[in-house]
């Protein structure tokens, strides 16, 4: 059993123990939507919007990002890639 130091507590430490984790699957998982956001702009095809467009209805209801923004963000790519395939 580790000697906890004067003024800490089991909870803190656990605490910060979960945060290091929880803050690193954010940091992939925010990498992973902005990776797919970027090719979905770049490369409209109708794969990469479809993994765009779940990955920020997924990232919004998981509060990755705030659920508008995922719905504002969706609405742009899908604008754009209507004006991409018109033109």
């Known amino acids: 059993k580790k000697k906890i130091g004067k003024?800490?507590?089991r909870s803190a430490l656990k605490r910060q123990r979960?945060?290091?984790k929880h803050t690193l699957k954010?940091?992939?998982a925010r990498s992973v939507l902005r990776a797919a956001v970027k090719l979905a702009?770049?490369?409209p095809t109708a794969e990469n919007l479809k993994k765009a467009e779940s990955a920020l209805a997924k990232a919004g209801r998981k509060h990755l990002v705030h659920p508008r923004k995922a719905a504002r963000l969706?609405?742009?790519i899908v604008k754009a890639s209507?004006?991409?395939a018109v033109a």
């Open 7 to 9: 003024g800490r507590h």
């Open 18 to 20: 979960q945060t290091k």
């Open 26 to 28: 954010n940091k992939v």
């Open 41 to 43: 702009r770049v490369n």
């Open 74 to 76: 969706t609405s742009r």
């Open 82 to 84: 209507r004006a991409k």
